[in-house]
């Protein structure tokens, strides 16, 4: 139940973030939810390995190309969803820093409330 609460959580934000952010649109909510379950995915099973392959440049910059590699999940899912669009490469950093942000403050409410 707790995932699919945050899936739902996720696609929210998705749809805010895509009425705020220029550069970003997704079509309705139907197609939100299936950015947030894409995202989720890639997240679990590309991120790990993406990770790993750039661990040196990852170490020499301190962990902030950890951004670059959210930026480039974010592209993946424009990519594989049709009704999900980002404008650029910078459109798409600015889309999953606020998507971080903004997730980890719903999740931690979500989870203060029980």
Not at 26 to 46: K, Q
Not at 84 to 112: C, K, R, Y
């Given at each position: 139940?707790?995932t699919i609460?945050k899936?739902?959580?996720?696609?929210?934000?998705?749809?805010?973030?895509?009425k705020?952010?220029?550069g970003?649109?997704?079509?309705?909510y139907g197609s939100?939810?299936?950015?947030?379950i894409?995202?989720?995915?890639?997240?679990?099973?590309?991120?790990?390995?993406?990770?790993?392959?750039?661990?040196?440049?990852?170490?020499?910059?301190?962990g902030?190309?950890?951004?670059?590699?959210?930026?480039?999940i974010?592209?993946?899912?424009?990519?594989f969803?049709?009704d999900?669009?980002?404008?650029?490469?910078?459109?798409?950093?600015?889309?999953?820093l606020?998507?971080?942000?903004?997730?980890?403050?719903?999740?931690?409410?979500v989870?203060d409330?029980?």
């Amino acid at each position: 139940m707790k995932t699919i609460l945050k899936i739902l959580l996720t696609a929210l934000v998705v749809v805010a973030l895509a009425k705020l952010l220029p550069g970003v649109s997704v079509d309705g909510y139907g197609s939100a939810i299936i950015v947030a379950i894409v995202i989720a995915l890639l997240r679990f099973i590309v991120k790990p390995i993406l990770v790993v392959l750039t661990l040196p440049i990852t170490i020499l910059t301190l962990g902030l190309f950890l951004l670059v590699i959210n930026a480039l999940i974010i592209l993946m899912a424009d990519y594989f969803i049709g009704d999900f669009e980002v404008g650029n490469f910078w459109w798409a950093l600015l889309f999953s820093l606020l998507l971080s942000l903004f997730q980890s403050i719903l999740h931690s409410l979500v989870t203060d409330e029980k």
